[in-house]
């Protein structure tokens, strides 16, 4: 493994842990990932970036539509056809030029979208939100104000219980 890998994989849990700075910590972590595959061709460390975002997105730090427009407008990198959340080289005949200097100037979060992201989620980050909600009204605080609440916490227990029973306690 490189030093920039390194480099990189280091950068990448520090951003998801410090939101303060994790925009900064991105961006030279993205700076190091596309100097590494124009040195030796490998995606691994802005596959590394771009699989953290499922973190750093819910947060609101940085989006993910911003790196992957900033990897394709500067280099020969896209996301896969078939697995829009690996990103592969564009061996095409229209394939971007890769262009290190221009992608080293431009913070790829110039390049988001708005507010149009995609949200990616897996039918795990469903059953953690509605258990939270469950432990939110299960409270020793929490009362219900009549039986229709108390009966639809019960069903809303049942359905965490049946398909997530790892999460109940």
């Excluded at 030093?3 to 900064?24: C, F, P, Y």
């Amino acid at each position: 493994m490189s030093k920039r890998i390194a480099q990189v994989n280091t950068l990448v849990k520090r951003a998801e842990g410090q939101l303060k700075s994790a925009k900064d910590n991105y961006w030279k972590a993205a700076k190091l990932a596309i100097v590494e595959f124009e040195a030796s061709g490998n995606l691994g460390p802005c596959q590394c970036i771009l699989d953290s975002f499922n973190h750093a997105d819910r947060k609101g730090v940085v989006k993910r539509s911003g790196y992957i427009t900033w990897l394709a407008s500067f280099g020969p990198i896209i996301l896969h056809k078939d697995d829009m959340k690996k990103l592969v080289k564009d061996k095409s005949d229209n394939a971007v030029e890769l262009n290190v200097k221009g992608a080293l100037r431009t913070p790829f979060w110039d390049l988001s979208a708005n507010n149009d992201e995609e949200l990616l989620f897996k039918s795990d980050d469903i059953w953690k939100a509605v258990n939270n909600i469950v432990k939110r009204f299960s409270k020793e605080n929490a009362s219900a104000e009549d039986e229709a609440a108390t009966k639809s916490l019960t069903q809303v227990i049942n359905l965490v219980k049946a398909n997530a029973p790892d999460l109940v306690s």
